[in-house]
């Protein structure tokens, strides 16, 4: 069991970790049932997999319940859901004391984030993550959002849950790609500043995508850890710590865009591809050894993730895709910051760097 707390002054809240939380969370979430009521929301999968857990432990707490169920996958962050989440919990008189339960992956947590972010200008919400890149990533930090045609995220707000339940044990019933595409997530901690977690990665990483229970809460401990700390000095991204945290994404938002935000890559597996990207861009530019570079693509290929533009399921030109970097949220003053690397685990966000350059070493990787 271990909690963590992610401290941002009175938008401070714990980060619970514990196998089986969910059979309890009747008894853990109590305290934020202020009128003896949830209102719950999910996809399709999760109802079928995990939501009896909850249920019953909140049905054995004497907590009443109300629940949505949505379609899964990553075009459920759309206007249409969003309407559909706000017009279901205005429907149930949720009011602003009251507490919403956000249970499924990134997409479910990203989506009712935002729609407890703008319901009465805000009511409470409870994320309850049951993929490995919501535990390790999406469910800690408060960015909410929803994509649009223009892109990823690209509308949102920073909403702070007041409080994350994490069961590892819910990932018993999460296929083996989704585990992947969550590994990805836990692989960027050590490689933003991390070295020491990057070989614990190499030698543990096979045992964590099997499923392994110890290599799997250290993973989502040390990952947790990792968020609340940079989350804790940078809430809104504005110093640069927490862009840190986009490592590999200004490629990976590119690719899933190009992939149409659907099934064909996830988003997990994007920031597999984006993070060797890259390193191979850093080698490119001489700031980090060819060797970390290398390291890094071999570690994602070992576990069966994307580490270039061909395994991305990508075949476009390198302005093409710039083209969808120029929606990148980093972006300032018409330039777009970039997370590059020293090596592993010394990334840093280099403010000059020149798109030309990333769109020809874009094209030089499409022969790979
Ligand atoms: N807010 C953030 O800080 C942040 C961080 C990282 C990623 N994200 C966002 O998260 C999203 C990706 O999240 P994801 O990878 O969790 O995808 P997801 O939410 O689509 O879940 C992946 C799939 O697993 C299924 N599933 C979830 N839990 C399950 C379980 N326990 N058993 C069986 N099936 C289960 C879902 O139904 C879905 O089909 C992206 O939209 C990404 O942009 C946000
Ligand atoms: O929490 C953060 O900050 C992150 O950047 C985490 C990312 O893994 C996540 O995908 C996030 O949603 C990306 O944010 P965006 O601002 O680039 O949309
Ligand atoms: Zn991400």
Same mark, same amino acid.
């Given at each position: 069991?271990?909690?963590?707390?992610?401290?941002?002054?009175?938008?401070?809240?714990?980060?619970?970790?514990?196998?089986?939380?969910?059979?309890?969370?009747?008894?853990?979430?109590?305290?934020?049932?202020?009128?003896?009521?949830?209102?719950?929301?999910?996809?399709?999968?999760?109802?079928?997999?995990?939501?009896?857990?909850?249920?019953?432990?909140?049905?054995?707490?004497?907590?009443?319940?109300?629940?949505?169920?949505?379609?899964?996958?990553e075009?459920?962050?759309?206007?249409?859901?969003?309407?559909?989440?706000?017009?279901?919990?205005?429907?149930?008189? %949720?009011?602003?004391?009251?507490?919403?339960?956000?249970?499924?992956?990134?997409?479910?947590?990203?989506?009712?984030?935002?729609?407890?972010?703008?319901?009465?200008?805000?009511?409470?919400?409870?994320? %309850?993550?049951?993929?490995?890149?919501?535990?390790?990533?999406?469910?800690?930090?408060?960015?909410?959002?929803?994509n649009?045609k223009a892109g990823k995220n690209l509308?949102?707000?920073?909403?702070?849950? %007041?409080?994350?339940?994490?069961?590892?044990?819910?990932?018993?019933?999460?296929?083996?790609?989704?585990?992947?595409?969550?590994?990805?997530?836990?692989?960027?901690?050590?490689?933003?500043?991390?070295?020491?977690?990057?070989?614990?990665?190499? %030698?543990?990483?096979?045992?964590?995508?099997?499923?392994?229970?110890?290599?799997?809460?250290?993973?989502?401990?040390?990952?947790?850890?990792?968020?609340?700390?940079?989350?804790?000095?940078?809430?809104?991204?504005?110093?640069?710590?927490?862009?840190?945290?986009n490592l590999g994404h200004t490629f990976g938002h590119a690719l899933e865009a190009e992939t149409g935000f659907s099934?064909v890559l996830l988003h997990?597996e994007a920031v597999a591809a984006g993070m060797a990207l890259a390193?191979r861009f850093?080698?490119?530019?001489?700031?980090?050894?060819?060797?970390?570079?290398?390291?890094?693509?071999?570690?994602?290929?070992?576990?069966?993730?994307p580490?270039t533009l061909r395994e991305a399921h990508v075949d476009t030109t390198g302005a093409a895709l710039v083209a969808h970097m120029l929606h990148d949220k980093k972006m300032?003053?018409?330039?777009l910051p970039f997370l590059?690397?020293?090596?592993?685990?010394?990334?840093?966000?280099?403010?000059?760097v020149?798109l030309?350059?990333v769109e020809?070493f874009l094209d030089?990787e499409r022969?790979?």
């Open positions: 069991m271990t909690d963590v707390r992610v401290a941002l002054g009175e938008r401070s809240y714990d980060v619970h970790v514990e196998a089986g939380a969910l059979d309890r969370a009747g008894e853990l979430l109590k305290p934020f049932a202020k009128r003896g009521r949830f209102v719950v929301v999910t996809d399709e999968n999760v109802a079928r997999d995990q939501w009896p857990r909850l249920s019953a432990s909140l049905d054995a707490t004497g907590i009443a319940h109300a629940i949505e169920i949505l379609p899964a996958g075009s459920t962050k759309s206007w249409a859901n969003l309407a559909r989440v706000t017009d279901r919990l205005l429907e149930e008189g %949720v009011e602003r004391s009251d507490t919403v339960i956000a249970l499924g992956g990134g997409v479910i947590g990203d989506l009712v984030g935002f729609a407890a972010s703008m319901l009465k200008r805000g009511c409470n919400f409870v994320q %309850v993550p049951t993929t490995l890149l919501a535990q390790v990533d999406s469910s800690v930090g408060g960015k909410t959002a929803i649009t509308i949102g707000a920073f909403y702070q849950p %007041v409080h994350v339940l994490i069961d590892p044990t819910t990932l018993d019933t999460l296929g083996r790609r989704e585990v992947g595409a969550g590994y990805a997530e836990v692989v960027k901690y050590g490689l933003i500043d991390d070295p020491a977690f990057f070989d614990w990665c190499e %030698v543990n990483g096979p045992a964590l995508l099997d499923g392994e229970a110890q290599a799997r809460e250290h993973a989502i401990a040390t990952s947790v850890a990792a968020k609340a700390r940079i989350v804790g000095e940078d809430e809104r991204e504005t110093s640069g710590t927490r862009a840190l945290l099934d997990g390193f850093s080698a490119s530019l001489g700031l980090c050894p060819a060797a970390d570079a290398d390291r890094v693509t071999a570690h994602l290929r070992a576990a069966q993730l580490a300032e003053g018409g330039r590059l690397a020293r090596g592993i685990g010394q990334t840093f966000l280099d403010k000059q020149d030309g350059a020809r030089s022969a790979l």
